[in-house]
């Protein structure tokens, strides 16, 4: 899961990234509202933490532009107390939930997993491909119908070689999804997991196209 937090409180954006970090979850953070307008509309994230007070452009009117252009990425809007009028103008922008400052972390990893949920059962079915199943709402792995435990990153690598299968997956397109742009990946990382996806699963599962990156074949 790939999210993109927008919030210009350095000590509250620290603490929310952290958080969300240690929860598995790979966490872009920008702290002006036209990079988050650029980056929401030439990247791919499957959801957005937008505060609405911003330096360069409002969050409301981040949020305006981006439904205009047509995304319907989830998004939780962080308001200041007290600003109802704020609250409702965020919600009739597109919204589709929202938190009141200061909130406590563990409601917005509630919030964030209701949501996510909820983006799930609409837009994602279950995928099952070579004997492997895989629900985007749970995040439940089975093999030959036995569970498999995933860490967060295998989960996620899991899930993009899966979406749809038979696409090369370009090592830098995966790293950046699994790491976004904060986190530091060490070089070999990527393969580790492949490695252990395949120990997990079978050793022909991924294939590596020397060069390039990664492909699950369409064939099962
Ligand atoms: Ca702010």
Redesign the pocket.
Known sequence: MRLLLI???VALGEGILQALNREGYTVDWLKDGSSALHALLSETFDLAIL????PKLDGLEVLRMLRHSGSNVPVLILTARDATEDRIAGLDAGADDYLIKPFDVSELKARLRALLRRSAGRAKVLIEHAGISLNPGTQQVSYNNESVALTPKEYQLLYELLSPPGRVMTRERLVQLLYGWNEEAESNTLEVHIHHLRKKFSSDLIRTIRGVGYLVEERS
């Not at 505060?51 to 911003?54: A, E, I, P, S, Y």
């Open positions: 919030e210009d409180d505060d609405l007070g911003l």
